[in-house]
């Protein structure tokens, strides 16, 4: 295999010499690190409709941590709104409620769906949770280290690794 490495600036991301080089790329992996200036870079670029023309014609793409958390059209940046009742803004034990977590466009690789990362080692249950009460049309795949999830070309979900995926689906909810 070749390997590629591109760390685009936003102005690279516009560029036809950057789309250039993933003429016939067979697979995009983001890396882990912040989630938030990555989607900022790529955001209605040129860069990202070549990858995604790429994901619909057969390349896999992937992530881990922060590169998981981009696949979404939707995603967690980890910043809270509010504090807790307790004056805490981390992100394991935000209080679940609407307008807890603050979500952003991700990049639209997993459509419907948000993925929050470190899932079950980092306790972040009631972010996902809160998110979903707020979004119920959204999936909330939280995946835990260690641990991927994969789906494949007809949509089905797999699990894969020594922890779990867990799902949360508020979909049809009254």
């Given at each position: 295999?070749?390997?590629?490495?591109?760390?685009?600036?936003?102005?690279?991301?516009?560029?036809?010499?950057?789309v250039?080089?993933?003429?016939?790329?067979?697979?995009?992996?983001?890396?882990?690190?912040?989630?938030?200036?990555?989607?900022?870079?790529?955001?209605?670029?040129?860069?990202?409709?070549?990858?995604?023309r790429?994901?619909?014609?057969?390349?896999?793409?992937?992530?881990?941590?922060?590169?998981a958390?981009?696949?979404?059209?939707?995603?967690?940046?980890?910043?809270?709104?509010?504090?807790?009742?307790?004056?805490?803004?981390?992100?394991e034990?935000?209080?679940?409620?609407?307008?807890?977590?603050?979500?952003?466009?991700?990049?639209?690789?997993?459509?419907?769906?948000?993925?929050?990362?470190?899932?079950?080692r980092?306790?972040?249950?009631?972010?996902?949770?809160?998110?979903?009460?707020?979004?119920?049309?959204?999936?909330?795949?939280?995946?835990?280290?260690?641990?991927?999830?994969?789906?494949g070309?007809?949509?089905?979900?797999?699990?894969?690794?020594?922890?779990?995926?867990?799902?949360?689906?508020?979909?049809?909810?009254?």
């Amino acid at each position: 295999a070749q390997v590629v490495v591109l760390n685009l600036s936003r102005a690279e991301a516009v560029d036809s010499g950057s789309v250039a080089r993933l003429a016939g790329v067979t697979g995009i992996w983001f890396t882990g690190g912040d989630q938030v200036p990555l989607a900022r870079v790529l955001q209605d670029t040129p860069v990202l409709r070549a990858m995604r023309r790429r994901y619909r014609e057969g390349a896999v793409v992937g992530g881990t941590s922060a590169g998981a958390a981009i696949m979404g059209d939707s995603m967690l940046t980890g910043n809270q709104r509010r504090p807790d009742s307790l004056g805490y803004y981390g992100d394991e034990f935000p209080e679940i409620a609407r307008g807890t977590i603050e979500v952003v466009p991700g990049l639209g690789f997993l459509p419907g769906t948000i993925v929050d990362q470190h899932f079950v080692r980092r306790e972040r249950h009631n972010r996902l949770l809160a998110v979903i009460l707020e979004r119920p049309t959204l999936l909330g795949a939280g995946i835990d280290e260690g641990t991927a999830l994969e789906v494949g070309p007809d949509g089905r979900w797999r699990v894969l690794g020594r922890s779990a995926v867990v799902v949360y689906d508020a979909r049809r909810a009254g």
